[in-house]
């Protein structure tokens, strides 16, 4: 079994979930996650670690939120540490947007050899998420985001209407539709109607994973789908697999990692 440990960290409001810590002194793993709201930076600290569509060098990997499933291949020392940021978190973080970053000089503030040299120092893993946290918190930018994209966010997420209507929402927080999209993808990285459908799905998949006997019918329609096709041909378009199989497969795997399955 693989050793891990997860701290939250809340810095200026926004800028970042969580920081995890997972070592296992073998492995050799494929897994698909699905596509989730969160951006994700990975410090590798063993051997092999890639993860399609990210931005990556040898020890630094970064995967932004997109419409797509990610695979990732694990193998020899796994020891990886990683740090979830919600939509705004890059941005108030670094003062980038999502596109603007490119390498991992920018992810880690040009000190990545700093950063690595005191978190292999530590013995547990609780100290080196220490370091780590510390090291975000004492180099972040603390940039404000704009409006627009902080309260479409807010607005979201607690939405009554179904299904959400953003030219709607952007109407009720007095923007322009074509403003918030702009600008909105210039922060995020993602546009506001892939994020609306991603949240939907992230919804519908909680509800799959907390209830696995629930017919995918009840699921599809209590988070606005259609109905069952509907459902189905969504989610196979963002995970390139049916809710059914990812359901098989996600009660047959070893562990429980969120939106994940081991291939």
């Known amino acids: 079994m693989h050793q891990a440990l997860t701290l939250s960290k809340n810095f200026n409001c926004s800028s970042m979930n969580t920081i995890w810590y997972a070592s296992q002194p073998e492995i050799d793993v494929t897994a698909l996650s699905l596509p989730f709201l969160q951006h994700e930076l990975i410090l590798n600290l063993g051997d092999t670690f890639n993860v399609s569509y990210a931005h990556t060098n040898q020890e630094t990997l970064f995967s932004p939120i997109q419409a797509k499933a990610i695979t990732t291949e694990v193998s020899g020392k796994y020891q990886a540490m990683g740090v979830l940021f919600p939509p705004v978190g890059i ?95 210039d922060i995020t990285g993602i546009t506001p109607k892939k994020y609306v459908q991603l949240l939907q799905l992230n919804h519908a998949l909680g509800t799959m994973l907390r209830h696995p006997k629930k017919r995918l019918t009840e699921t599809a329609l209590e988070h606005d789908f259609y109905d069952q096709a509907h459902f189905t041909r969504k989610f196979k378009a963002f995970s390139g697999m049916t809710p059914y199989a990812f359901r098989s497969q996600r009660l047959a795997q070893p562990h429980d990692f969120l939106n994940t399955l081991v291939l």
Request: charged share 30%; hydrophobic share 35%; aromatic share 8%.
């Open 91 to 185: 941005y108030e973080m670094y003062g980038l947007s999502v596109a603007e970053l490119k390498t991992s000089e920018e992810l880690l503030f040009g000190k990545q050899e700093e950063l690595y040299a005191r978190t292999r120092e530590q013995d547990s893993p609780r100290k080196k998420i220490e370091v780590l946290s510390s090291f975000l918190a004492k180099n972040s930018v603390n940039k404000k985001c704009p409006d627009v994209v902080v309260n479409f966010l807010k607005a979201v997420s607690l939405a009554t209407q179904n299904p959400l209507k953003i030219k709607k929402i952007a109407e009720q927080l007095h923007f322009s539709s074509k403003h918030l999209a702009s600008t909105f993808r």
